[in-house]
């Protein structure tokens, strides 16, 4: 994956947009949720979303520019709580954007196994992410507990991501979706085919009745 | 919690935009739902919807301002059946705006236990709830018997909101939810919160098949 | 109820906003549903949706004016199949405005018990219904089976209005509701009353896990 | 069914505005699911919707025109993997628009019996499909499985539809919905009717509790 080459500004607007369209989605409900694009890789600088605004209503201005090590170094406002796992999700996946949801169907099915992850399998949808060319493909979300101190557990989280070296995402417990891509684009359409396909497991749950 | 600076005119415009809002979410269908802002807290005055309207279409002119027995003082139309409730949590819980739903999930889940209230409890989402700042939260959603007279029902309701100090909501038996906040904007974020959170409780009710 | 004044043309462009509105909820999609408006009672005129048009694009040119017969006497096309319901509708409720919806939960609903009718009871949304001052009401809708062949079941129509003078609306078996109004404000409303509470009454249907 | 006569830049505007349209349904997220219309019968020519666009910023650009072999003559872009699919249906029944959709409902019913289709009855809506006049009819969807040759499985799909001349549609297990029309409108309106009428057989085998 490589970087984009668009400027803070532009990103800060495309940002702004996929917000507002995830909200539209009911994906990020009540400040939930936060997206991030890489404005460069070395130094490593992105732009995120600031943390507690409404995604219904965000504009370019709720984004701010962190450093690697999450400082603001351009706009203003706190950046999200989370920024350390866009960071090393940006760092360790050598992602260009970096998306998080809060949908119902994930917040369930994270909780709906005690197992360490979610298998989804043998779907035409999954030949929208990233390098999956035929349904014959077994994806495997990991899911995470859930925890307040990211910076803490960015060990555990590149840990993960090293370790399932073919995850296009994970699910936080009781939390929300993580994808990424190499480009806010593909980031979107990702966290599109995750939400669908979340949305199939878990409705195909609820049926019970054979007519 | 302190009560907003804005003016009735003001309140009134934002709380037909907050109508609008959640009657396109689906949670206000066919006029029900009502809505109030705090105009001042001494003498306590608010900005309440009228009774009757359909909120799709809802205009600032649907919006008026009673005195603290309910009386109009400003703006014409029948204030809401249910203004005592509004004027009662706006004086024990001092919250600026008091917003009122009628969702589909709210609708079930307060006549789906014969408990006096419904546990959310560890979810992410519940960090949108003021004063909450981690998921290891558990909320007790309240649940009141319905009623024709909510003057009559007033210190009930008193009762339940000094019990419960940190109820961030209530549910009325079959009939809908209320919550609060200092402000409009908070008030919002709220019943975005706790909608998403009863949908949520709601849908893994229907999960009975595992794969 | 009266029936309202307004001219034909006025009444053609209210319908076609109301089907845009009802397609946009998913209630009439694929040229589904027909709505009516009485544009004069003595002698007895509907302003009707003409057969097989995408609601999601209805234009007042799509709107005819037919007699008591069913006859086209103003614009262009052919009424929908089941004008003789609406006429029987407009005579015996003395409504002003006839609405059909073809729901998800309408469809399932009227299929889902062999008794003549569903019962919703104990609501506080059926307070939107005409007439209806409390929630402690049983609102009975009853269940017609379906035919393509209206004008013959007329009397059959009749009759069960005449026998349940208290119903405010019907279903027919795996096809959808029908309600009405003195106006289309109020047969609007009722819509989304009714269509809440078939929604409310088919969820929670599907709640079978007991957390 | 005859073809349209309009023009690949006319069919291109209407397959962007339908791709946007099925979009906002949900029914195409993420880069799914594909679109054609024919532009000339003698030599075949189909206007076909490109690989990997997102159908909710749909433009008459990402549309190009391609001959009876699949090659590409007129715009730029690489015509959908499932192009043989749209030729195959065009010709062998005489369709003037092909829609394919990847909706939450066909993928869940496509996988949801072992049986080679399933059966769709007696609901009125069944009379939006062409040639249908009467709810008692008995609509038979065939599912084929899934594969990612369509070139070579086209005899396959030769085969079936040919053995099946009555079939408005079929789906692919674990993908999707195809269907088609004389024309664009036809077949959209036969995306609505079958996609509704999936989403009620899905949501009716989720109600298993009786009040």
């Not at 702004?16 to 994906?27: M, P, T, V």
Request: proline share 3%.
């Amino acid at each position: 994956m490589q970087p984009t080459a668009a400027s803070f500004a532009e990103l800060a607007a495309q940002l702004a947009d996929i917000g507002r369209h995830c909200y539209a989605q009911g994906w990020v409900l009540g400040t939930s949720g936060n997206f991030s694009a890489v404005v460069s890789r070395d130094p490593l600088r992105l732009a995120i979303t600031t943390s507690g605004v409404d995604k219904g209503l965000l504009t370019a201005g709720q984004i701010v520019e962190i450093d690697g090590d999450g400082n603001v170094v351009a706009g203003s406002g706190r950046p999200s709580a989370e920024a350390s796992l866009h960071l090393t999700i940006a760092e360790v996946r050598h992602a260009g954007a970096v998306l998080h949801t809060h949908s119902i169907w994930s917040t369930i099915l994270s909780d709906a196994t005690a197992a360490a992850g979610l298998a989804i399998e043998a779907y035409e949808m999954l030949k929208g992410l990233d390098g999956v060319g035929t349904h014959e493909h077994r994806e495997w979300l990991p899911i995470l507990d859930n925890t307040q101190d990211w910076r803490a557990a960015a060990p555990r989280v590149e840990s993960l991501l090293n370790e399932q070296p073919n995850a296009h995402g994970f699910l936080i417990r009781r939390h929300g979706l993580y994808t990424w891509g190499k480009d806010l684009a593909e980031a979107k359409r990702q966290v599109e085919i995750l939400e669908f396909l979340l949305e199939v497991m878990g409705r195909k749950r609820g049926m019970t009745w054979q007519p």
